[in-house]
Nanobody, 120 residues
Framework: QVQLVESGGGLVQAGGSLRLSCTASGRIASFNAMGWYRQVPGKQRELVAV???????NYVDSVKGRFTVSRDDAKNALYLQMNSLKPEDTAVYYC??????????????WGQGTQVTVSS
């Protein structure tokens, strides 16, 4: 029913920039929170950035000042602007969304992921 689709990944040199996009089959504004996770082989999936429906944002320390998560309701899209990229940012990036019903368990949704590779 709910599908998240990422785009914008690719290969970039260190110091460069990429913008990831996430579109949803439903209204972006209907989710209680949306954000981005990333994962590299042998490591747990890591929360990179999250935005709540109220507009608050949070970032993992390693990307603060470099990454920005934003939402465009007109285009029904969530973005992750990544600047000053480092090789350590290389990972598969996943779009994430969550619904928190008043009663019942939270529901998490995940995209298929998009590869970001930062070369030295």
């Amino acid at each position: 029913q709910v599908q998240l689709v990422e785009s914008g990944g690719g290969l970039v040199q260190a110091g460069g920039s990429l913008r990831l996009s996430c579109t949803a089959s439903g209204r972006i504004a209907s989710f209680n929170a949306m954000g981005w996770y990333r994962q590299v082989p042998g490591k747990q999936r890591e929360l990179v950035a999250v935005r709540t429906s109220g507009g608050s944002t949070n970032y993992v320390d390693s990307v603060k000042g470099r990454f920005t998560v934003s939402r465009d309701d007109a285009k029904n899209a969530l973005y992750l602007q990544m600047n000053s990229l480092k090789p350590e940012d290389t990972a598969v990036y996943y779009c994430y969304a969550k619904r928190e019903p008043l009663r019942g368990v939270d529901i998490d949704y995940w995209g298929q992921g998009t590869q970001v590779t930062v070369s030295s």
